[in-house]
């Protein structure tokens, strides 16, 4: 079982930097691959970025080149960098941990509760 909360969201203006956490509880996270997604209001939840146990990351074309993920396993702590942000970024953020990779079909088992990122134009 793994817990996963997320942080970090708030209100910042467009071109502006938010950095976002996921505090994961459990002494696997080190071998689970970590993701984040969102959701904004009207729409489906969509992919965001990826990480494995290895560090190889996945972006979606949306944020790539402006997001980062990263993760820290001595802390069980995943990261999501957010820069260049645009009012289109806005949306409900959420991590999820997932036992095995298999691209875009990677079936996350665990989520977070969310936290909400808003981008003024």
């Known amino acids: 079982q793994v817990q996963l909360v997320e942080s970090g969201g708030g209100l910042v203006q467009a071109g502006g930097s938010l950095r976002l956490s996921c505090a994961a509880s459990?002494?696997?996270?080190?071998?689970?691959?970590m993701g984040w997604f969102r959701q904004a209001p009207g729409k489906e939840r969509e992919f965001v970025a990826a990480?494995?146990?290895?560090?190889?990351?996945y972006y979606a074309d949306s944020v790539k080149g402006r997001f980062t993920i990263s993760r820290d396993n001595a802390k069980n702590t995943l990261y999501l960098q957010m820069n260049s942000l645009k009012p289109e970024d806005t949306a409900v953020y959420y991590c999820?941990?997932?036992?095995?990779?298999?691209?875009?079909?990677?079936?996350?088992?665990?989520w977070g509760q969310g936290t909400q990122v808003t981008v003024s134009s």
């Open positions: 459990g002494r696997t996270f080190s071998s689970y691959v």
């Open positions: 999820a941990a997932a036992r095995i990779y298999y691209g875009p079909s990677t079936h996350y088992d665990y």
């Open positions: 990480i494995r146990s290895g560090s190889s990351t």
